[in-house]
């Protein structure tokens, strides 16, 4: 024991935690044991009281150390140690123990929350009573920033940072612009979306702060907060962006139509060649007058240093043909909404026209809503939030273009949620623009060329059928392609529908989990453009904040060589990250090289590394302190992992109360001796879950469960591993009841052959 003053603070959140545990009973409980000098209960430990009635008992010099238990550590964790340091202790000394998410959200019996709630805390106490002193080392940031997606998003973060940061902008296609640019009008004020756009596109191309990649993606990061070092990789174009001139020599003189601007008003503002349609006869190149043609371009890596990165990766249309019923690709005339745009956009081939397949204006026009959104059982669970308002103004186009038109709107909930969206829904009422309520059962295709749509009309109560010469389907919004990859690369979850997830939906919408990564626009999610643009100035003014300083705080906890070191070099050879290196006979940390996954203190024979603040001494004593509440599941976690059980207890999804989380910044951290001494003081099963998508860890995770699961088979208690991601929380309390239940089937068993 420490012999330090700790001080223990529960919140009852106003309900959220006092209506399941009972906070006075467990305040009452570690009042009087070693080392808690206070044990006292808040209505909101967050706000300035509970605040201040911590600093007001360390400013009187009676405790040196804090422990709280109260909501996820993800959400106040640094609110709370950066009033520690302010009231004087040192902010390791202050740890936050989850009794909301974790416990009183999760568990209906209040005697079994409170029991598990009991254990959590004398954990806390017990490992707190070890825990020591630590300083963060502090390093230089890269006064750089990447953003990844050139649409209005990416366009809008770039602008807002590049007048105080050097910004690079990569987009995976030819030209920036996004989904945006291939938008006609923009709702709810019928603005030009190219009017809106382009200036704000040739502002980033001429910027002397900003340098774009088109035709580029990031092929790996490397680094870590602060100094990523990113590897992108560019396609080639086969036209120099920098020389061409735009002239249209090239193009008039290609043979095969396979060099041409993507667009007219596209920024960059160069030609590109499809090579798909090249014949390299050369023509282009010898017509070129300032040598702008490059058929020998090749695909290009490109090395850059940033300090923070931000993610603007948009969205993709789901492909309706997944709707069966509605036979999608089976008719020229049933079109999506993308693809009606497109029409009448800057990047029309119709000459901005709106027409049928066979040229003709169409008469009688149907749009259906939610085709893939709301769908519980072939798609997407999740509203896409825009399709209400956008098939509005597209029914009110067609109205425009021909005032003849009957233009007819299938919708199952009308949602016009916003500053002038409710207005809009009833001018297009009064345009003309019809509107059935029920889901359209099926769109035909008849032998008279027309489209027959069934549908139920669920305000009158009918089935319906009627004949249409163009049905738009309004589809659902994915994540754009490679959001996941890049999600990986980054360390940063994604939720279970694929969008990047916040670090909190509330009080930090464009935080990501990882310090130095941002996100903004659709890749958080579907929305309309005002929301887009609100959320990249958002995060660039975070970006702004954090590079602002000049320096980062990294977290101390890192491996610590100690005396006991014979020099055997294992833990040098078995760093995944290259962190240790040998220096006259002994192992040296490049601290901010290591991802402190713990695989050195694991490995060391002589049991010489330890993690700071995760040290063996410190786990074995949280451990004692939870199962001194009674047998319970230990379930060891990394901070992935972690964030996908936080999910499940905001859903409040239920799972049995035997569940005992004990954070770890990474499994491998564990040795035989760590998981034995569980099994010892109680535990009736010990689960392994691992949520990061580091292959230098995961590759190494069945051989350390198998590893584990021999050294620790004399006690004839389950041992399992599992990798779970932070999206699949529902998995995670899928897996924990299962294996809870099987272990309280052996304990049963067991017990009754103690009582026979």
Request: negative net charge.
């Amino acid at each position: 024991m420490s012999g330090g003053k700790t001080g223990v603070y529960l919140c009852r959140c106003g309900g959220n935690i006092s209506d399941a545990v009972d906070v006075e009973a467990i305040a009452e409980k570690v009042s009087g044991m070693d080392g808690v000098a206070i044990a006292n209960v808040q209505d909101y430990l967050c706000s300035s009281a509970g605040q201040g009635k911590i600093k007001s008992d360390i400013d009187a010099g009676m405790i040196d150390r804090v422990v709280i238990g109260s909501c996820s550590p993800k959400l106040h964790l640094e609110t709370f140690r950066a009033m520690a340091k302010m009231a004087g202790i040192n902010p390791m000394l202050l740890e936050i123990t989850n009794i909301r998410e974790q416990c009183s959200w999760v568990h209906e019996d209040q005697q079994e929350a409170t029991r598990k709630a009991k254990g959590l805390i004398t954990g806390a106490v017990f490992r707190m009573n070890s825990l020591e002193s630590l300083e963060p080392i502090i390093k230089d940031l890269e006064d750089r920033v990447l953003v990844v997606g050139g649409g209005i998003s990416g366009i809008t973060a770039a602008l807002e940072m590049a007048n105080e940061h050097e910004v690079i902008l990569v987009e995976n296609k030819a030209y920036i612009g996004g989904h945006m640019i291939g938008l006609s009008k923009t709702f709810p004020t019928f603005d030009c979306s190219q009017c809106t756009l382009t200036p704000k596109m040739v502002e980033v191309f001429n910027h002397p702060n900003i340098t774009l990649y088109t035709q580029t993606e990031v092929a790996s990061v490397d680094g870590n907060v602060g100094d990523f070092k990113v590897t992108l990789r560019r396609m080639p174009r086969y036209v120099d962006v920098d020389a061409c001139t735009s002239c249209g020599r090239c193009a008039q003189e290609c043979p095969k139509d396979a060099i041409a601007l993507p667009f007219v008003q596209a920024i960059p503002q160069a030609y590109i060649i499809d090579m798909e349609k090249c014949v390299e006869c050369g023509l282009c190149e010898k017509m070129c007058a300032v040598g702008a043609v490059k058929l020998d371009d090749r695909e290009e890596g490109i090395e850059v240093n940033v300090g923070a990165i931000t993610i603007a990766t948009g969205f993709e249309p789901i492909d309706p043909s997944i709707i069966e019923e509605y036979n999608y690709g089976r008719h020229l005339d049933i079109i999506t909404a993308i693809e009606f745009e497109e029409m009448l956009s800057a990047m029309s081939r119709t000459g901005m026209r709106l027409q049928k397949s066979d040229g003709t204006m169409p008469q009688k026009v149907a749009f259906v809503l939610c085709v893939g959104s709301r769908d519980f059982n072939r798609a997407n669970k999740y509203c896409s939030k825009v399709c209400c308002l956008y098939s509005q103004k597209q029914a009110q186009l067609v109205l425009k273009m021909n005032k003849d038109a009957d233009v007819t709107v299938f919708y199952i909930d009308m949602r016009a949620a916003g500053r002038r969206m409710e207005e809009f829904y009833h001018h297009a009422q009064e345009t003309g623009v019809n509107f059935i309520r029920g889901r359209v059962a099926e769109v035909n295709p008849l032998d008279s060329g027309g489209l027959q749509l069934r549908y139920e009309d669920t305000l009158l109560g009918e089935i319906g059928s009627d004949e249409f010469d163009m049905v738009v389907l309004c589809p659902s919004l994915n994540p754009s392609g490679g959001t996941q990859q890049l999600a990986d690369q980054l360390g940063v979850p994604v939720g279970s529908d694929g969008f990047i997830e916040e670090k909190h939906v509330k009080i930090d919408p464009v935080n990501t989990l990882n310090q130095g990564v941002f996100a903004a626009g659709c890749a958080l999610g579907p929305k309309d453009i005002h929301d887009s643009v609100t959320e990249a100035m958002s995060a660039a003014h975070k970006v702004s904040g954090f590079l602002g300083k000049g320096m980062i705080s990294i977290s101390p906890e890192k491996p610590v060589i100690k005396d006991a070191c014979d020099g055997c070099g294992i833990c040098v050879e078995e760093c995944p990250y290259g962190a240790l290196s040998m220096d006259n006979k002994k192992p040296v940390l490049e601290a901010l090289s290591c991802n402190a996954c713990g695989i050195c203190a694991a490995v060391c024979p002589q049991e010489a590394v330890e993690i700071a603040n995760y040290t063996r001494k410190q786990l074995k004593a949280q451990v004692e302190g939870i199962l001194d509440a009674g047998m319970g599941v230990i379930v060891y976690i990394d901070p992935a992992a972690y964030a996908a059980a936080d999910i499940a207890g905001v859903n409040r999804t239920l799972y049995s109360p035997l569940i005992r989380f004990v954070q770890v910044p990474s499994i491998h951290v564990l040795d035989a001796d760590i998981v034995n001494h569980a099994y010892e003081h109680g535990a009736g099963g010990v689960m392994l879950i691992e949520g990061t998508t580091d292959e230098a860890l995961t590759s190494r995770s069945k051989d350390l469960y198998s590893r584990l699961k021999k050294a620790t088979k004399e006690h004839k208690k389950p041992i399992r591993y599992s990798h779970i991601e932070t999206a699949q929380y529902e998995k995670l309390m899928n897996l924990l009841n299962v294996f809870a239940e099987q272990v309280s089937a052996k304990a049963a068993k067991k017990s009754g052959k103690k009582e026979a």
